[in-house]
């Protein structure tokens, strides 16, 4: 199985903060990468596939990038709304597997 | 607009069955792939099962693999999950899961999901 490894577990930010988690996976999985953004007491949020291509609707201060094993999901400036959990998926192969998630909360 | 609507969680006892359901609308259903994602209290997300637009392939997390069984009925627009011999491990939110390439159960990506639907596993 692929296992995927997010860094850091969580981290504390303010508004307007440039914002990063990254994700590393056991072995490579080309660019078979998405990321999700989970709010308390809601389902998942699609926001990038492919790495980098991001979802209808998605705010373009949400970038992602990567390829092979190490990725990136950069928020440009964190707005309230951002406030949540994250999660890094590779779809690369079965079984399909996630990261543990980042937690990014009010400093 | 895409929806997709869970049900059948509820509160079952150890070794106990339960089937759960998800109504699909808003997009052509026989086209897509379709999954199946739960969510422990307080823990990540962990895949459980897929299955192709046409039944044809279907895939199981080993932690469930001989206990569950996925499927689905293309004209009801609605996929399935049969869980068997519950534990109290398999207590979780169920998400249903629909991918983003059309015709692809390989290489593509989750694009909506559902709401979800509570499991409770407990005597």
């Known amino acids: 199985d692929i296992q995927m490894t997010q860094s850091p577990s969580s981290l504390s930010a303010s508004v307007g903060d440039r914002v990063t988690i990254t994700c590393r996976a056991s072995?490579?999985?080309?660019?078979?990468l998405a990321w999700f953004q989970q709010k308390p007491g809601k389902a998942p949020k699609s926001l990038i596939s492919a790495a980098s291509s991001l979802q209808s609707g998605v705010p373009s201060r949400f970038s992602g990038s990567g390829s092979g094993t190490d990725f990136t999901l950069t928020i440009s400036s964190l707005q309230p709304e951002d406030f949540a959990t994250y999660y890094c998926?590779?779809?690369?192969?079965?079984?399909?597997?996630f990261g543990g998630g980042t937690k990014v909360e009010i400093k | 607009e895409v929806q997709l609507v869970e049900s059948g969680g509820g509160l079952v006892q150890p070794g106990r069955s339960l089937r759960l359901s998800c109504a699909a609308s808003g997009f052509t259903f026989d086209d897509y792939a379709m999954h199946w994602v739960r969510q422990a209290p307080g823990k990540g997300l962990e895949w459980v099962s897929g299955?192709?637009?046409?039944?044809?392939?279907?895939g199981y997390a080993d932690s469930v693999k001989g206990r569950f069984t996925i499927s689905r009925d293309n004209p009801k627009k609605s996929l399935y999950l049969q869980m068997n011999s519950l534990r109290a491990e398999d207590t979780a939110l169920y998400y249903c899961?629909?991918?983003?390439?059309?015709?692809?159960?390989?290489?593509?990506?989750?694009?909506?999901w559902g709401q979800g639907t509570l499991v409770t596993v407990s005597s």
């Open positions: 072995q490579g999985i080309s660019n078979y």
């Open positions: 899961t629909k991918v983003g390439g059309r015709g692809s159960y390989y290489k593509t990506e989750f694009e909506y």
């Open positions: 299955i192709s637009w046409n039944s044809g392939t279907t």
């Open positions: 998926q590779q779809y690369n192969g079965y079984p399909l597997t």
